[in-house]
């Protein structure tokens, strides 16, 4: 299986920062990558596929970026709805993988 | 409102057997593959099963293959995980979720609240 690591684990910011998220893959993905947010106790929430295109009503401060193994997650100007974990997944092949996550928390 | 909701999590011993379910509602069922995802506590995510549109392609991660059967009933929208000879490390959050049409196969772009199962003696 494909293993996806994300850094960091978990990071402090403070609304209106810039954030990046980095998620690599173990071998080469193409552009099969996926990225959800997901907020205490509720299922994940679809963000981004084929690494940098916006699912339909995900605000434009978030973006991805990045193919084959190094990927990236940036919100631009950080919002207090978006202190929430962040999960890539590659969806390249069988089994579909995640990443370990990174929490991002207020400061 | 499009949806999907879990059922028939709860508590059973090491070797038992659970049943869960998901309805989904507000799309075509029968249009797409749907998936179980879980994620044991404080952990991430992992994929556990997938089932065709049409029922007659199933896969399984290899740690749950022998031991959980998934099903669908398109008649009744329905989403099925039949788990049996249950194990510790198969504690966890379980998700349903869909996989998009138009966003690339494999991307989940639909996901239930989830429902907990949790395996201890």
């Known amino acids: 299986a494909i293993r996806m690591t994300q850094s960091p684990s978990s990071l402090s910011a403070s609304t209106g920062d810039r954030v990046t998220i980095t998620c690599r893959a173990s071998?080469?993905?193409?552009?099969?990558l996926a990225w959800y947010q997901q907020k205490p106790g509720k299922g994940p929430k679809f963000l981004i596929f084929?690494?940098?295109t916006l699912q339909s009503g995900v605000p434009s401060r978030f973006s991805g970026s990045g193919s084959g193994t190094d990927f990236t997650l940036t919100i631009s100007c950080l919002q207090s709805e978006d202190f929430a974990t962040y999960y890539c997944?590659?969806?390249?092949?069988?089994?579909?993988?995640f990443g370990g996550g990174t929490k991002v928390e207020i400061k | 409102e499009v949806q999907l909701v879990e059922s028939g999590g709860g508590l059973d011993q090491p070797g038992g057997s659970l049943r869960l379910s998901c309805a989904a509602s507000?799309?075509?069922?029968?249009?797409?593959?749907m998936n179980w995802v879980r994620q044991a506590p404080g952990k991430g995510l992992e994929w556990v099963a997938n089932?065709?549109?049409?029922?007659?392609?199933?896969y399984y991660v290899d740690s749950v293959k022998g031991r959980f059967t998934i099903s669908r009933d398109n008649a009744k929208n329905s989403l099925y995980l039949q788990m049996n000879s249950l194990r510790a490390e198969d504690t966890a959050v379980y998700y349903c979720?869909?996989?998009?049409?138009?966003?690339?196969?494999?991307?989940?772009?639909?996901w239930g609240q989830g429902t907990r199962v949790t395996v201890s003696s």
């Open positions: 071998q080469d993905i193409s552009s099969s």
């Open positions: 507000g799309f075509t069922f029968s249009n797409y593959w």
């Open positions: 997944q590659q969806y390249y092949s069988y089994p579909p993988t």
């Open positions: 979720t869909r996989v998009g049409l138009t966003v690339g196969s494999g991307v989940f772009d639909l």
């Open positions: 089932i065709k549109q049409d029922g007659s392609e199933k």
């Open positions: 084929a690494a940098s």
